[in-house]
C-alpha cells in the first residue's frame, strides 16, 4: 500500500499537468478493452455508441493540447521574433565593429613592434615589395646597389611615371675609385662565400669597382629619362655590412644571408632612428654631380663614348686600364643587371 500511495504522488502533479492528454490515455485504453470484449458482456452496439462518443472526446482533448500548446509558444516566439532576430542586425553590425578593432589593435602592435625578424626569400621579396608600393621616397645605403639598379630602382621609377609623381632617391654606395674599399668589400665578400652569386659572378676587387661605377650610371641613366625623379648618389670611403632600403612606410635592413632580414614600420622608434642615420651618413658622404646629367645624354644603349666622357665629366673617371670591353660590362650592369637574390 505504501509503494502505491508513493507511485501515486509521483504520477499525480504530471497528471495534472497533462490532464488533457492522461484523460485521452485512459479513455483510449478503455474503449480499446471494451472493443474486444466479447456481445454476451457488451452488445455491439454498445462498443459502436461507446467508440463514437469516445473517439469524439479524445479529438477535443487533442484540440485542446494543440491550442494549450500554441498559447505557450506564443510567447517564446514572441521573444524570438522580436528579440533575437531583432536584434540580428545590430549584432552583425557589431561582429563588423570588432573585426575592424581586431584589424586596428594588429596594426596597432605592428606599430609598437621595434623589428620583425624576416626568414625567408620570400618574406624578404614580399616586404621589398611593400615599400615600394606607391613610395614617394627611397633611400639605399649599402656596398655597390646591385639589388637597387636590379629591381628597386626601376620599378619605383616606373610607379611615379605611371601616376605622373615626383620621386625622391638617395644612395650611398663604396666609392669605385677608391681601391682600399673595393678590396675591403671584394675580401668581405669572398670570405663569406667563395662560390659565384646568383649573378653568376665571384667577387673580385675590379667586380666591386665595376658595380659601383654601374649605380652611378643607371643613376644618371634614369634621371635623364624621367623629368620627376629627384635622385642623389653618394660615395663612401668606408664600406658596411648591413644594407639600408628605406621608402615611406618601412625600413629593410638586409645581409649578406639571403634568408635573414629585419623590418621596422614608419613611425617606430628604430626606422625613425635608421632614417636619421642614413640622411646624416648620405651628407657625409662624397656627391656625385647629378645636376649634370644634361651635359652628357646617355642614349638608350649607351655608347662606350659615352660611358667614358659622363665618368670624366663628374670627376669619377674609370680606370685607364678599362678598355671597351669593360666599359661594355659597366653599362651591361647599369641596366641589365642580375637580381642578386635570383627572385
Not at 94 to 121: C, G, H, P, Y
Request: aromatic share 6%; glycine share 4%.
Amino acid at each position: 500500500m505504501a509503494r502505491f500511495t508513493a507511485a501515486l504522488k509521483q504520477v499525480t502533479p504530471w497528471a495534472a499537468q497533462n490532464a488533457d492528454g492522461a484523460i485521452a490515455l485512459v479513455l483510449a485504453v478503455v474503449i480499446g478493452v471494451l472493443g474486444i470484449m466479447p456481445n454476451e458482456v457488451v452488445p455491439t452496439e454498445v462498443q459502436t455508441q461507446l467508440v463514437n462518443a469516445a473517439t469524439l472526446v479524445i479529438m477535443a482533448l487533442v484540440a485542446t493540447a494543440l491550442l494549450r500548446d500554441r498559447v505557450r509558444q506564443a510567447p517564446l516566439e514572441k521573444t524570438v521574433t522580436s528579440g533575437a532576430l531583432a536584434e540580428l542586425p545590430a549584432r552583425l553590425a557589431r561582429l563588423d565593429e570588432i573585426e575592424t578593432l581586431a584589424n586596428s589593435t594588429r596594426k596597432a602592435l605592428d606599430a609598437l613592434q621595434l623589428v620583425r625578424v624576416l626568414a625567408s626569400k620570400h618574406e624578404i621579396a614580399q616586404s621589398h615589395a611593400e615599400a615600394r608600393r606607391d613610395t614617394p621616397r627611397w633611400s639605399f645605403k649599402g656596398g655597390t646597389g646591385t639589388y637597387l639598379r636590379a629591381v628597386t630602382l626601376p620599378e619605383c621609377v616606373a610607379a611615379a611615371r605611371r601616376d605622373k609623381r615626383h620621386l625622391t632617391v638617395r644612395v650611398e654606395i663604396i666609392d669605385p675609385t677608391d681601391a682600399e674599399v673595393c678590396e675591403t668589400y671584394a675580401h668581405y665578400r669572398r670570405s663569406l662565400s667563395d662560390s659565384p652569386d646568383a649573378t653568376g659572378e665571384t667577387w673580385t676587387t675590379d667586380r666591386a669597382r665595376k658595380e659601383s661605377y654601374a649605380t652611378i650610371l643607371a643613376a644618371f641613366w634614369h634621371r635623364q629619362r624621367y623629368g620627376l625623379l629627384d635622385i642623389g648618389v653618394g660615395l663612401s670611403s668606408t664600406m658596411t655590412t648591413f644594407r639600408w632600403d628605406l621608402s615611406a612606410t618601412r625600413l629593410i635592413m638586409t645581409v649578406e644571408d639571403p634568408n635573414m632580414a629585419m623590418t621596422a614600420l614608419a613611425g617606430t622608434f628604430y626606422y625613425e632612428n635608421c632614417d636619421t642615420e642614413l640622411r646624416l651618413s648620405f651628407e657625409q658622404a662624397r656627391r656625385v654631380p647629378l645636376e649634370a646629367y644634361k651635359k652628357v645624354p646617355l642614349s638608350d644603349e649607351p655608347t662606350i663614348e659615352e660611358v667614358q666622357e659622363l665618368f670624366e665629366r663628374i670627376g669619377v673617371p674609370l680606370p685607364k686600364a678599362y678598355n671597351g670591353r669593360d666599359v661594355v660590362d659597366i653599362a651591361r650592369k647599369a641596366l641589365r643587371a642580375v637580381d642578386p637574390y635570383g627572385s
